[in-house]
C-alpha cells in the first residue's frame, strides 16, 4: 500500500475555509505516497487519531506564524496569522514526533518547526533584513530566483549532489535564531536559512523555498518530495 501522508490545510480568511494548492498533493502523489488533507480542528483526541492513521506529515505554507509563540509582538501591519492553525499545528508537530513519525516542512512549515521547537523568526524581511535577493517573487512561481548553497554534510547534500542549487522565493518571514536540536542544511547568499533538519530524528527536513510549484520542472525539487516518500516507506 502507498504511504499516507497527512497535509496541513491552507486557510482563507476571506471565504471562511479551509483549501489547498494542488502542487502539494501532486508533488506526494508522484513520489508514491496518497495525500489526505487534515480538517482544521485543535481537538488533541482528533489530531491524536489522524495522526495515528499517517504514516507522514506535511507542514505547508500560508499565512505567517504568530510571534507570541517565539516570545515577540507582532509587527504592525506586517503580520497576518491564523491561530487556529499554529494551535493545530503545535499538537500535530507534537504528536507527530512522540510517534517518531517523517516530517516535511516547506516555507511556513520550516518557520512553524522552527519557532515551535525554540527559535525565532524575522517577522518581516523587508524591514528587519533587507537584501537585494528575491525572496518574493512574482509569478509564474516555479521559475528560480535566486541559489542558495547546501552544506556538505547534510542529509540535504546527499539527496542533490550539489553544493549549489537554484530555488523559486515567495516568503515575507523566516527563521532567524535556530531552535535547538536543529541544524542548517542550505543557506541564501545574504545568510538566510532556506533548509534545516533534526539529526537523530527519523526524518524532519524543511525548506524555504516551494517544491510544490516547481517538482514538475526541477528535479531536485521532486527529489526531496521523493526523499520524504521513501524515508516513510521504510519506517
Known amino acids: 500500500m502507498k504511504p499516507l501522508v497527512g497535509v496541513m490545510p491552507l486557510w482563507d480568511d476571506a471565504k471562511d475555509s479551509i483549501w489547498m494548492l494542488p502542487g502539494y498533493l501532486e508533488g506526494l502523489k508522484e513520489a508514491g505516497a496518497t495525500p489526505v488533507i487534515f480538517p482544521l480542528t485543535e481537538d488533541p483526541e482528533e489530531i ?25 509582538e507582532p509587527l504592525e501591519d506586517k ?62 512561481y516555479d521559475v528560480p530566483v535566486h541559489d542558495v548553497i547546501i552544506r556538505k554534510v547534510t542529509p540535504l547534500f546527499d539527496c542533490l549532489g550539489s553544493e549549489r542549487i537554484s530555488v523559486n522565493s515567495y516568503h515575507h518571514q523566516a ?6 536540536g536543529l541544524e542548517v542544511m542550505a543557506e541564501s547568499e545574504d545568510g538566510i536559512v532556506e533548509a534545516l533538519y533534526k539529526p537523530l530524528y527519523s526524518f524532519l527536513w524543511a525548506v524555504q523555498w516551494h517544491p510544490e510549484f516547481s517538482y514538475k520542472t526541477d528535479s531536485n525539487s521532486m527529489k526531496i518530495f521523493q526523499a520524504f516518500v521513501e524515508r516513510i516507506s521504510v519506517t
Open 79 to 140: 503580520v497576518s496569522c491564523c491561530r487556529e492553525r499554529d494551535n493545530m499545528e503545535k499538537l500535530v508537530l507534537e504528536d507527530t514526533m512522540k510517534k517518531d513519525k517523517p516530517i516535511l516542512g516547506i516555507c511556513r512549515g520550516i518557520q512553524l518547526i522552527n519557532a515551535l521547537l525554540g527559535g525565532t523568526l524575522f517577522q518581516d524581511l523587508p524591514s528587519q533584513h533587507p537584501s537585494d535577493i528575491e525572496h518574493h517573487q512574482t509569478p509564474p
Open 175 to 180: 527563521v532567524k535564531d535556530l531552535a535547538p
Open 48 to 72: 491524536s487519531r489522524l495522526v495515528d492513521i499517517c504514516d507522514g506529515i506535511l507542514m505547508t505554507g500560508g499565512h505567517d506564524v504568530t510571534p507570541s509563540i517565539y516570545g515577540e
